[in-house]
């Protein structure tokens, strides 16, 4: 049987959750995505940026073939995320790690609920000393004052099609 390693930034930090989905999956430590930042677009999502301090806050796991199906219907894959290889690193100082994360295929934002940010900070700070709250606690406010800012500007108006009837 083949182990995976997944990179969780949103949901899927929480332990209690994961052990319903992916009874399988073992927790190998509190991460960091090289070259990406949280962002939410309702639901917790990843994007690159450039810069070598960079990184997503995450949960580590090593998941089974099971699971990662599991994972794959929970997160609505392909549809609503997609898997994309990235490299990040276990702790603050630990090895490269290579493994998968899920991108969300629709851009934009928009705030998510606060139960749902909850989970998310209570499953990262799950895995990670109490020294490392704080700097989980900034990406994530950074993130949905982000997601407030955007969902907040007007939207842009498309080119109409199909004459002045549809006017």
């Not at 999956?25 to 810069?51: E, Q, S, T, W």
């Not at 995450?58 to 199906?69: D, L, P, R």
Request: net charge positive.
């Amino acid at each position: 049987m083949q182990k995976k390693i997944y990179f969780a930034y949103g949901a899927n930090t929480n332990k209690d959750a994961m052990a319903i989905r992916c009874p399988k999956a073992k927790v190998i430590g509190g991460g960091h995505i090289y070259g990406y930042r949280l962002k939410f677009n309702n639901v917790a999502d990843i994007v690159p940026v450039k810069g070598f301090d960079q990184y997503a806050p995450c949960v580590i796991w090593e998941i089974t073939e099971s699971c990662e199906k599991s994972l794959d219907r929970f997160e609505s894959y392909p549809s609503l995320y997609d898997k994309i290889e990235v490299t990040g690193y276990e702790g603050t100082q630990g090895e490269s790690i290579t493994g998968f994360a899920y991108v969300m295929n629709y851009k934009g934002f928009h705030t998510p609920s606060p139960i749902y940010v909850r989970g998310i900070r209570n499953g990262l700070k799950g895995v990670w000393d109490k020294f490392y709250h704080a700097d989980i606690d900034n990406h994530i406010d950074k993130a949905i004052i982000e997601s407030f800012r955007e969902s907040e500007k007007p939207m842009v108006h498309h080119q109409r099609i199909g004459g002045k009837q549809w006017a």
